[in-house]
């Protein structure tokens, strides 16, 4: 196994991370994240690159600081939220994110383990990609 194929199996496994754990929204994490590798130094790399939400989704968020706005209004305009109030009355978009923002910054909200758990699922693939390592590195010490 190559560099770069570890490197797309990781990936695979945190967009199907994604899918499983229904964090899909606008589409945004799932379309914005890709990984490159790279090879520096005798170091191995694979970035995974991803837009600077993705540690709110992954470790959630501690009570405290209001979360900004807009971010929560793009979301509500994405998905489908039709929340009522007791009399029926439905909140402008602007209500509701300032409901949802008073709530994370009192409250916080939990984390989901996106890239941690594609990580676990993708140590298989890690410990192929040592094992040919290993075998390479074997090859040409005995060449030597």
């Known amino acids: 196994m190559t560099l770069d194929e570890l490197g797309k199996?990781?990936?695979d496994n945190f967009i199907?991370?994604?899918?499983?754990?229904?964090?899909?929204?606008?589409?945004?994490?799932?379309?914005?994240?890709?990984?490159e590798v790279e090879i520096n130094g005798g170091h191995y790399i694979i970035y995974m690159n991803m837009p600077a939400?993705?540690?709110?989704?992954?470790?959630?968020?501690q009570?405290?600081?209001?979360?900004?706005?807009?971010p929560i209004e793009d979301w509500i305009r994405v998905k489908p939220l039709v929340p009522t109030t007791a009399k029926g009355k439905v909140p402008t978009t602007e209500q509701l994110a300032f409901l949802i923002q008073r709530k994370i910054g009192t409250k916080?909200?939990?984390?989901?383990?996106?890239?941690k758990n594609a990580l676990a699922n993708?140590?298989?693939?890690?410990?192929?990609?040592?094992?040919?390592?290993?075998?390479?590195?074997?090859?040409?010490?005995?060449q030597i």
């Not at 229904?22 to 914005?32: P, Q, R, V």
């Not at 939400?53 to 968020?61: D, L, Q, S």
């Not at 916080?108 to 890239?115: A, M």
């Open 9 to 11: 199996a990781i990936y």
């Open 16 to 35: 199907s991370e994604i899918d499983k754990q229904d964090k899909i929204a606008s589409g945004t994490l799932k379309l914005s994240t890709f990984y």
């Open 53 to 61: 939400y993705w540690k709110y989704v992954e470790y959630g968020r």
């Open 63 to 70: 009570p405290g600081k209001w979360p900004p706005r807009k």
């Open 108 to 115: 916080g909200i939990p984390g989901t383990p996106i890239l």
């Open 122 to 142: 993708s140590e298989p693939d890690i410990n192929e990609f040592l094992k040919t390592l290993k075998d390479e590195i074997t090859n040409i010490i005995k």
